[in-house]
Structure formats: C-alpha cells, structure tokens
C-alpha cells in the first residue's frame, strides 16, 4: 500500500506542476493587457497550487519516512 500511495503522490504532484505551468501561461498573457485583473486571478490560483504541491511533497516525505 505505502508504494502506490507514493506513487499516487507523484502522479498528483506532476498533475498539479503541468496544471499550474498551463495557468502560468495564460496568466502571461492576460497580465500586459487591460483585463489584467484576469492575471492577479490566475496567479493567486498559481500559488495555491503550488503551495498545494509542498504539502503533497511534505506528505510523500513523511510517508518514505516510515519505513
């Protein structure tokens, strides 16, 4: 069990670093135009992803260290 739920850990966390780099993007874009109040949005959600991600990696550090 300890071995698919690190593996699952790895799979959320790439999930979440593909999503958050596509969110970047867009972000991007929106941030030299007038709708720039998009891109404050998007790169709020940006960092909640990303902060998402630490605690998955805190998670699957702590759950590597049980053995």
């Known amino acids: 069990m300890k071995s698919s739920d690190l593996a699952l850990l790895s799979s959320l966390g790439a999930q ?3 999503i958050g780099r ?3 993007e ?3 874009r929106y941030g ?4 720039s109040a998009i891109a404050t949005e998007l790169f709020g959600a940006e960092r909640a ?8 990696d ?3 550090s702590l759950l590597e260290d049980m053995s």
């Open 16 to 18: 979440l670093d593909e």
């Open 22 to 24: 596509r969110i970047t």
């Open 26 to 28: 867009m972000a991007e």
């Open 32 to 35: 030299e135009t007038p709708d």
């Open 49 to 56: 992803l990303f902060a998402t991600r630490r605690s998955l």
């Open 58 to 60: 805190r998670a699957r």
